[in-house]
């Protein structure tokens, strides 16, 4: 079982930057393949970024180049820094872990995580 504790959302004006931090519970988390969400009102969720245990990312084409994830095996800490932020970033933000790694296209996948956090509201204003 792991549990997941999102935090650094906030509002942000158009420009701006945040780092989202994902807190894993257990020894084992290290272990986890962990992937970024969001979803804006009235909207699916949708897969932002993922990376491995070997700290392999993947991210979505409409992120690319200004998301960056990383993880801290340490501090069983994954995190995603958002650059250049845009109104349309304006979402909550979920991390999700899964102990499979799945194929680049699966990873996208929402129903491939067993493990999600509460999420963190990210408003970024025009």
């Known amino acids: 079982q792991v549990q997941l504790v999102e935090s650094g959302g906030g509002l942000v004006p158009a420009g701006g930057s945040l780092r989202l931090s994902c807190v894993g519970s257990?020894?084992?988390?290290?272990?986890?393949?962990v992937g970024w969400f969001r979803q804006a009102p009235g909207k699916d969720r949708e897969w932002v970024a993922t990376i491995d245990w070997s700290s392999i990312a993947y991210y979505a084409d409409s992120v690319k180049g200004r998301f960056t994830i990383s993880r801290e095996n340490a501090g069983n800490t994954v995190y995603l820094q958002i650059n250049n932020l845009k109104p349309e970033d304006t979402a909550i933000y979920y991390c999700?872990?899964?102990?499979?790694?799945?194929?680049?296209?699966?990873?996208?996948?929402?129903?491939?995580?067993?493990?999600w956090g509460q999420g963190t509201q990210v408003t970024v204003s025009s």
């Open positions: 999700a872990a899964t102990p499979i790694k799945y194929g680049s296209s699966s990873l996208r996948s929402w129903d491939r995580y067993d493990y």
């Open positions: 257990g020894r084992t988390f290290r272990n986890y393949v």
